[in-house]
C-alpha cells in the first residue's frame, strides 16, 4: 500500500507548443497528463516515496491514457475508478513570456465530477501516512461531498491530512460560495499550502502574518504560502520564516505548485520530526522550493516533474 493518497481530479492539459500566445493564436497543442492532484502522486514517485492517486476518469481512451501513464512512473492506481458514463475532464492552458497561464476547462458533467462516496477505496486511506487534497475538486457538489467525506475517513484513521488552496477561479460559479467551501477543505489540514493570491481572497487581512493567523486553526502544524520564483513563507506556531528558491529560466509554471507540495510532503512522511526542528523545516522547504523550480523548465506539469537526483545537483549548483 501507499505512504501517501494524493485525492483529485486526473486531466489532459493541452498546452500550445509556443510560448507567448493566447489560446486564440496558439498555432498547436501538446497533450501532457495533468491534474493537481495526480501531479503530486507522481512527483512523489519520482522522489522515491510510494504513492497513490483516488479520483475518477471517464472509460475514454484519455482516461486510459492517463492511468497508463501514472502506472508507468510508479503510481497505484487501484483506487482509481472509471465512468463509463461521462467523459476524462480536458484543459486548454495558455502560457504567457514568463511562463504564467490561462486555463480554459472542459469538465461539464465529467467523470471526476461523480465521483461517488460509495466509490472511496477505504482501506487504502486507512493504510497510507498522509492524505492530500486540493480545492479542485470541492467545486463541483457531488465531487466535494466525496472529497470531504474522504478527507474525514483519512482523519478518523489518525493520518495526517494535507491541503493545497489551488484555486481555480472558472470553476466556480460563485467565487464569493467557494470561499466557505474552500475553507471547509483547510480547517480538515494540519498542513496546509496557498500563494500570496490565495491568501488574500481567502483572508481579510491584507498582512502576510495576520492574514496566516486568521487562518490558523488548532489542528494546524504549518501553513506556507508559496511566491512563486522568490521561494515561499513558512508558518509554524513558533516562528515565521523567509525559503528562497533556485533561480531558473521558466518555461511552463505548470505543475510547480504541485512539485513543491510533492517536494514537501516526502520529507514528512516520516513523521513529524521536520515539524519540531525549524532548521530541518527550512531545508526541506529548500528543497521543495527546488522541486517547485525545476517543474516550471518544461512544458506540461507530469512530464516536468523531477527525480531526486536532479533536484539535489540543483541544490548543490545553487551553493
Same mark, same amino acid.
Given at each position: 500500500?501507499?505512504?501517501?493518497?494524493?485525492?483529485?481530479?486526473?486531466?489532459? *492539459?493541452?498546452?500550445? +507548443?509556443?510560448?507567448?500566445?493566447?489560446?486564440?493564436?496558439?498555432?498547436?497543442?501538446?497533450?501532457?497528463?495533468?491534474?493537481?492532484?495526480?501531479?503530486?502522486?507522481?512527483?512523489?514517485?519520482?522522489?522515491?516515496?510510494?504513492?497513490?492517486?483516488?479520483?475518477?476518469?471517464?472509460?475514454?481512451?484519455?482516461?486510459?491514457? @492517463?492511468?497508463?501513464?501514472?502506472?508507468?512512473?510508479?503510481?497505484?492506481?487501484?483506487?482509481?475508478?472509471?465512468?463509463?458514463?461521462?467523459?476524462?475532464?480536458?484543459?486548454?492552458?495558455?502560457?504567457?513570456?514568463?511562463?504564467?497561464?490561462?486555463?480554459?476547462?472542459? $469538465?461539464?458533467?465529467?467523470?471526476?465530477?461523480?465521483?461517488?462516496?460509495?466509490?472511496?477505496?477505504?482501506?487504502?486511506?486507512?493504510?497510507?501516512?498522509?492524505?492530500?487534497?486540493?480545492?479542485?475538486?470541492?467545486?463541483? &457538489?457531488?465531487?466535494?461531498? +466525496?472529497?470531504?467525506?474522504?478527507? *474525514?475517513?483519512?482523519?478518523?484513521?489518525?493520518?495526517?491530512?494535507?491541503?493545497?488552496?489551488?484555486?481555480?477561479?472558472?470553476?466556480?460559479?460563485?467565487?464569493?460560495?467557494? $470561499?466557505?467551501?474552500?475553507?471547509?477543505?483547510?480547517?480538515?489540514?494540519?498542513?496546509?499550502?496557498?500563494?500570496?493570491?490565495?491568501?488574500?481572497?481567502?483572508?481579510?487581512?491584507? *498582512?502576510?502574518?495576520?492574514?496566516?493567523?486568521?487562518?490558523?486553526?488548532?489542528?494546524?502544524?504549518?501553513?506556507?504560502?508559496?511566491?512563486?520564483?522568490?521561494?515561499? #513563507?513558512?508558518? #509554524?506556531?513558533?516562528?515565521?520564516?523567509?525559503? +528562497?528558491?533556485?533561480?531558473?529560466?521558466?518555461?511552463?509554471?505548470?505543475?510547480?505548485?504541485?512539485?513543491?507540495?510533492?517536494?514537501?510532503?516526502?520529507?514528512?512522511?516520516?513523521?513529524?520530526?521536520?515539524?519540531?526542528?525549524?532548521?530541518? @523545516?527550512?531545508?526541506?522547504?529548500?528543497?521543495?522550493?527546488?522541486?517547485?523550480?525545476?517543474?516550471?523548465?518544461?512544458?506540461?506539469?507530469?512530464?516536468? @516533474?523531477?527525480?531526486?537526483?536532479?533536484?539535489?545537483?540543483?541544490?548543490?549548483?545553487? &551553493?
Amino acid at each position: 500500500m501507499a505512504d501517501i493518497i494524493c485525492f483529485g481530479d486526473l486531466l489532459i *492539459d493541452f498546452v500550445p +507548443t509556443q510560448t507567448g500566445t493566447g489560446l486564440i493564436d496558439a498555432p498547436a497543442f501538446k497533450k501532457a497528463p495533468g491534474g493537481a492532484a495526480a501531479n503530486v502522486a507522481v512527483g512523489l514517485a519520482r522522489l522515491g516515496v510510494a504513492s497513490a492517486f483516488m479520483g475518477k476518469v471517464g472509460n475514454d481512451p484519455f482516461g486510459h491514457f @492517463l492511468a497508463q501513464t501514472l502506472e508507468a512512473e510508479g503510481v497505484d492506481i487501484r483506487p482509481l475508478r472509471f465512468d463509463p458514463t461521462a467523459r476524462t475532464s480536458l484543459a486548454f492552458v495558455s502560457l504567457r513570456e514568463d511562463g504564467e497561464r490561462e486555463f480554459l476547462f472542459y $469538465r461539464e458533467n465529467s467523470a471526476d465530477q461523480n465521483f461517488r462516496v460509495s466509490e472511496i477505496d477505504k482501506a487504502a486511506i486507512e493504510a497510507a501516512r498522509i492524505f492530500h487534497f486540493d480545492s479542485i475538486s470541492l467545486a463541483a &457538489e457531488r465531487a466535494r461531498g +466525496t472529497t470531504l467525506a474522504a478527507a *474525514d475517513i483519512a482523519a478518523d484513521a489518525g493520518l495526517t491530512i494535507s491541503y493545497d488552496v489551488n484555486l481555480r477561479p472558472a470553476l466556480w460559479a460563485d467565487l464569493d460560495a467557494a $470561499r466557505p467551501t474552500i475553507l471547509a477543505g483547510l480547517r480538515r489540514a494540519s498542513i496546509v499550502k496557498l500563494s500570496e493570491e490565495e491568501l488574500a481572497f481567502l483572508a481579510a487581512n491584507g *498582512d502576510l502574518e495576520r492574514a496566516c493567523q486568521q487562518l490558523w486553526h488548532p489542528a494546524m502544524k504549518l501553513l506556507i504560502v508559496t511566491r512563486g520564483a522568490e521561494g515561499c #513563507t513558512v508558518v #509554524t506556531e513558533r516562528c515565521v520564516s523567509e525559503i +528562497t528558491s533556485i533561480a531558473v529560466t521558466p518555461v511552463d509554471t505548470t505543475g510547480a505548485g504541485d512539485g513543491f507540495v510533492a517536494g514537501l510532503l516526502q520529507g514528512l512522511v516520516g513523521g513529524d520530526a521536520y515539524l519540531e526542528d525549524d532548521g530541518a @523545516l527550512r531545508e526541506l522547504c529548500r528543497f521543495a522550493n527546488a522541486v517547485g523550480a525545476l517543474t516550471t523548465t518544461e512544458r506540461g506539469a507530469i512530464p516536468a @516533474l523531477p527525480r531526486r537526483d536532479a533536484v539535489l545537483a540543483a541544490l548543490a549548483r545553487a &551553493e
